[in-house]
């Protein structure tokens, strides 16, 4: 395996500060992944960003089942508007379309609400995790019949009645990052990743495992496709196959989002990789001594350690599932760890801290 491997790999999907051996390290929560080629999203910076896409893609699903899930990383929730809206084919001149946002603190709730708004009614639940936290959340919500279910980050949380007659369809486009019906109460803030359209109902199993993987094992039904990677010559470029391509800016062209190469969602893994081993590493942050288990069966793994800039710094294979690897001569600083069972690799991202 060469040094530049895994420079792609996306390590976290959630970060915090904290402090550990007098040094102020950002600690990226691990995650599950292995290496892809490109890793951008999509900013709204400002409460004019906006862009666009067709509005086939609410009249494919219509009235019938659908999946609509995408991975958010908001600014917090006091930097918001009221209502901030991830998308919208709604317009103020008819009831046609739907709206998917985060309805304000409401019936004593701590939070904003995940909600689908429709003829002017929402479907919400006061018992909601907090989602814009700066951090990146995949949201997904599916149709079964006449019930909303609510995902956050693969977990079920609630689901709505909602009625027969509720349809995406409407003759607008999709509206990303704001709500025409509603222009000043709901820009959203923040960035997207990885958003998808489906026009059947994903099963709970599909939406935890997409939570984690680029796709689910069975794509069928999957409408449209962002990854929001920067196409100067399609502009949104729809992963699909099925052509329905968006561009950037509102409905005149104007307050265009950026796509920036930065990502939130754990994207470009096979759909056909076995489940990954699990592994416990320890101490995090570490200063001499970083404690490896895992918890596999298997009696022989390799690992790598990569530095920031993903090049190679230690490699070796150990007979054990439990052992140590000695870090005292590295430098402060982030760095990865690639565990690997034949043709399975985890990664692990850590922190050295010397005094």
């Not at 917090?76 to 008819?94: I, K, V, W, Y």
């Amino acid at each position: 395996m060469g040094e530049n491997d895994y420079l792609g790999i996306i390590i976290s999907h959630q970060s915090i500060i904290m402090k550990h051996f007098n040094c102020i390290v950002l600690f990226i929560i691990s995650c599950t992944l292995q290496a892809q080629e490109v890793c951008s999203n999509l900013q709204f910076t400002n409460d004019e960003s906006a862009a666009i896409i067709p509005s086939e893609i609410g009249n494919i699903i219509g009235n019938g089942p659908f999946t609509i899930e995408l991975w958010i990383n908001g600014t917090s929730e006091d930097l918001q508007g009221q209502h901030p809206t991830l998308f919208s084919n709604r317009n103020a001149q008819d009831q046609s379309g739907v709206s998917l946002l985060l309805h304000d603190n409401w019936g004593g709730s701590s939070n904003k609400l995940i909600c689908f708004n429709f003829e002017d009614q929402n479907y919400f639940s006061t018992d909601c995790p907090l989602i814009l936290d700066a951090n990146c959340h995949h949201i997904a919500v599916s149709r079964f019949e006449n019930t909303l279910n609510y995902y956050l980050d693969g977990d079920f949380i609630f689901s709505r009645n909602i009625p027969a007659h509720f349809s995406f369809e409407s003759e607008h486009d999709i509206l990303l990052g704001g709500d025409r019906k509603n222009s000043f109460a709901t820009p959203f803030l923040g960035a997207f990743d990885e958003l998808k359209f489906w026009n059947r109902t994903l099963s709970a199993s599909e939406i935890s495992s997409a939570s984690y993987r680029d796709l689910v094992d069975d794509p069928n039904g999957l409408v449209a496709h962002y990854r929001f990677i920067d196409d100067s010559n399609t502009g949104l470029l729809d992963e699909s196959g099925n052509g329905y391509h968006g561009h950037l800016g509102d409905d005149d062209g104007e307050n265009e989002a950026e796509m920036l190469m930065n990502c939130c969602a754990p994207i470009n893994i096979s759909s056909n990789v076995d489940t990954p081993f699990d592994v416990q590493i320890f101490p995090n942050p570490v200063a001499e001594q970083l404690k490896v288990i895992v918890h596999s069966g298997h009696q022989e793994t390799s690992y790598q350690i990569l530095n920031a800039v993903g090049i190679q710094v230690a490699e070796g294979r150990k007979q054990s599932v439990s052992f140590t690897i000695n870090l005292q001569e590295f430098s402060s600083g982030n760095y990865v760890l690639i565990l690997g069972e034949g043709d399975r690799k985890i990664v692990k991202s850590f922190i050295i801290c010397q005094d």
